[in-house]
């Protein structure tokens, strides 16, 4: 009994560590996403500049409805940079602090039922990224987005969010499944204290699963259609 208990608590022990790993290279993948995804920014940022000096030196010499039309680029050109200069900010911020991040709530409603939930946290440029990577290939459906939220201090908003529902949490024996049990309006309330401001939308859409639920209704409609249509062998 002791040698089958050992065996137990080494297996859990290599598949812990297991896991740490593959947590630590997921954790080295997204840093270096960040910094390819900051110097992506930059070059963005650069080549929208040029553009701008260039709009601005051929409009000195232009006249007219010509002038007009280089006045209309050179403005269209700012707010390009300007929005180029705050995503470069955003990611050199993201690449440089790593507690900065985003905390994602998703749902699936088609894989889990209804009052489950992910709370997670990504340190993407592009959060989104990341919640069409969770629902790739390991689910049938796709995940609904209820919110993601900017934080300079990610982690500790995560751990908030999980400690409110600690006592839902699906997985008891493994932290980094991080699904709970929980109404969406509990997870409102609990977004509307710990991040206020923050947007939350508690309606959404499960596209694929409500289309799939129709169609395969649609069918046993027509099935049972056909079925009160047969005529009888013999009259």
Do not use: C, W
Not at 18 to 27: I, K, M, N, S
Not at 103 to 124: A, E, M, P, Q
Request: charged letters at 35%.
């Amino acid at each position: 009994m002791q040698e089958l208990f050992l065996t137990h608590e080494y297996r859990e022990k290599l598949k812990v560590e297991r896991e740490e790993r593959a947590e630590l290279a997921r954790a080295q993948k997204e840093e270096q996403k960040l910094v390819r995804d900051m110097e992506r920014a930059e070059e963005e940022e650069a080549r929208y500049q040029r553009l701008l000096d260039k709009a601005r030196a051929e409009a000195e010499r232009a006249v007219g409805p010509r002038l007009e039309a280089f006045n209309a680029q050179i403005a269209m050109l700012e707010r390009d940079l300007e929005e180029a200069h705050a995503k470069f900010e955003r990611a050199q911020a993201m690449a440089e602090k790593t507690k900065s991040g985003y905390v994602y709530i998703i749902s699936n409603i088609g894989s889990f039922g209804d009052d489950v939930v992910k709370i997670g946290l990504t340190r993407r440029l592009d959060p989104a990224d990341r919640v069409r990577e969770l629902g790739d290939a390991s689910v049938p459906f796709t995940f609904d987005t209820h919110a993601i939220i900017y934080s300079d201090d990610a982690p500790a908003l995560e751990r908030a969010l999980h400690r409110e529902f600690e006592g839902v949490r699906i997985n008891a024996q493994n932290f980094r499944k991080e699904f709970f049990r929980a109404r969406i309006e509990d997870v409102e309330a609990a977004v509307t204290r710990l991040a206020p401001g923050a947007p939350f939308f508690r309606d959404v859409e499960a596209q694929d699963y409500r289309e799939t639920l129709a169609r395969r209704n649609a069918a046993l409609a027509a099935l049972h259609m056909e079925k009160d249509y047969q005529l009888p062998e013999a009259i």
